[in-house]
């Protein structure tokens, strides 16, 4: 019902940047919130950061100062801008949204996707 598409990861030295972009599709009739969550091998998934659909935003405390979350309400689009990235923040980014749909206007869903590499590597 609702697709995710990822876009923006890759190898980027410390100290550089990065923008990840994750665009949403299908039968979406409200969002209330999209955001980034983070995978590092052999790591629990912790979250990066979100915005609402108010416009607040919320990040990890690793992330604090260095990242920043944006939204294009009208492309149904998140945006995480990466600075001063780290051989830490090497992971799989995670987008998703909370939304509800055409089908279903009530209940609110979580929908993911498939994820996109980043590489902070010298």
Do not use: H
């Amino acid at each position: 019902q609702v697709q995710l598409v990822e876009s923006g990861g890759g190898l980027v030295q410390p100290g550089g940047s990065l923008r990840l972009s994750c665009a949403a599709s299908g039968s979406i009739f409200s969002i209330y919130a999209m955001g980034w969550y983070r995978q590092a091998p052999g790591k629990e998934r912790e979250l990066v950061a979100v915005i609402t659909s108010g416009g607040t935003t919320n990040y990890g405390d690793s992330v604090k100062g260095r990242f920043t979350v944006s939204r294009d309400v009208t492309k149904n689009t998140v945006y995480l801008q990466m600075n001063r990235l780290n051989t830490e923040d090497t992971a799989v980014y995670y987008c998703y949204v909370i939304v509800t749909t055409v089908q279903e206007r009530i209940r609110s869903a979580t929908y993911w996707g498939k994820g996109t590499l980043v590489t902070v590597s010298s």
